[in-house]
């Protein structure tokens, strides 16, 4: 357990279906992430949040859509996605200060 | 463009034996050098980290080498067991801010 809780762990959606990914995290840090992890790729880093605001938005497509409420939640709101998108999304949180990354445990998601 | 080139791809090691794993940057920028280590079905957890006013750091059985002069850094995995196969990457950012830009990975198989 990381302390970092993702939801839901697997995902099948078609590519006209709007889906969320949803994230936790009760480490108290104040910096939180979303990256993808495709077979064979580095991380890729999509959004960061940094103390709720988005400091960060590595061109990704505006069919991801995240969204930060406060600190300790984030969301990834998924709209007319395409079968490259079939990935793992992966959450992360840090203090900013420590740049140690704590990361969920993935949302696996297929398009079809 | 990719910021940190990992190798190999895959490596199997004898229990008992020395795994090494290598990991190369272009950004003489980044000061913050971490190694993540990823079971199946987990995501990423920090394993060791350095930073360049240090040519080597050990932990336990795991060591970081670091030549600041060659813009490289490996991992060395002593006493391999096979509860150490497990997928590793490589990383680098500036300042351990939170844009850590990940190598490929690298498949360590440790056999009986």
């Known amino acids: 357990e990381t302390g970092v809780t993702q939801t839901p762990r697997h995902l099948v959606m078609g590519m006209t279906n709007k889906k969320s990914l949803k994230c936790e995290q009760h480490?108290?840090?104040?910096?939180m992430y979303w990256y993808k992890q495709s077979a064979k790729k580095p991380l890729e880093l999509m959004f960061v949040?940094?103390?709720?605001?988005?400091?960060e938005n590595n061109s990704v497509p505006s069919r991801f859509s995240p969204e930060c409420p406060n600190s300790s939640h984030l969301f990834l709101h998924l709209h007319t996605l395409q079968p490259e998108d079939s990935a793992l999304y992966l959450c992360a949180s840090s203090q900013v200060s420590t740049g140690e990354l704590f990361f969920g445990e993935g949302s696996r998601l297929t398009v079809l | 463009q990719q910021q940190v080139k990992q190798s190999p791809q895959s490596l199997i090691v004898q229990k008992g034996g020395i795994s090494i794993i290598n990991c190369a940057y272009e950004?003489?920028?980044?000061?913050?050098f971490p190694w993540y280590q990823q079971f199946p079905g987990k995501g990423p957890a920090l394993l060791i980290a350095i930073r360049p006013d240090v040519s080597e750091k050990k932990e336990g059985r795991f060591t970081i080498s670091f030549n600041k002069s060659a813009k490289q850094f490996s991992l060395h995995i002593m006493d391999s067991q096979p509860g150490d196969s497990a997928t590793y990457f490589c990383?680098?950012?500036?300042?351990?801010?939170?844009?850590?830009?990940f190598g490929k990975g690298t498949s360590l198989l440790v056999t009986p």
């Open positions: 480490l108290g840090h104040n910096a």
């Open positions: 949040y940094n103390f709720k605001e988005q400091t």
């Open positions: 990383a680098a950012s500036i300042n351990s801010g939170y844009a850590l830009n």
């Open positions: 950004n003489t920028a980044f000061d913050y």
